[in-house]
């Protein structure tokens, strides 16, 4: 597999109580990233500041905390507001032929078929902390929507 880029995104095993990468999975078609590492920093920063409460940044949804809990990634990050535990990396998946409500991806095979798709697909990737429930968005590119060499007719099964 290729070094480790930008265009990278750590997979785990569903169900996995440890929630450690299995591995990395390169996505075709994420030539065009958001990051939102500054806004996140200036969230952060005004919260440290006293311009914004506790309550105002953790404000996870539960449909998120569950997500983080059940199917998130947990990384080597601590959380910038409680700094008790690691925060929990969600993917979050909007495109044709998904749910109105996007998909929330779990495994490194179902972001595979994704990325192997012929029509693109927004990926969003938040970062949650599963203790005081703050959450940001951290990144978003597009997943998938390149032409393959072999392609045949509409897209790959999902």
Not at 72 to 101: D, K, N
Request: glycine share 8%; proline share 6%.
């Amino acid at each position: 597999m290729d070094a480790v880029t930008e265009s990278t995104i750590p997979v785990t095993k569903a169900g996995d109580a440890r929630r450690v990468p299995l591995q990395t999975v390169k996505l075709p078609g994420s030539d065009a990233d958001v990051d939102y590492r500054l806004a996140r920093e200036a969230t952060v920063r005004a919260w440290r500041e006293g311009r914004l409460t506790r309550e105002q940044i953790c404000d996870a949804q539960r449909e998120l905390q569950r997500n983080a809990e059940f199917c998130g990634t947990t990384t080597t990050r601590p959380c910038p507001v409680c700094e008790q535990q690691y925060l929990v990396e969600v993917t979050y998946v909007f495109g044709p032929r998904l749910p109105s409500h996007g998909r929330c991806v779990s495994s490194a095979k179902e972001m595979a078929r994704l990325a192997a798709r012929k029509t693109p697909s927004q990926g969003y990737f938040v970062e949650i902390c599963t203790s005081c429930h703050w959450n940001h968005l951290i990144r978003a590119c597009q997943i998938g929507g390149k032409q393959h060499p072999r392609g045949g007719a509409g897209d790959v099964g999902v």
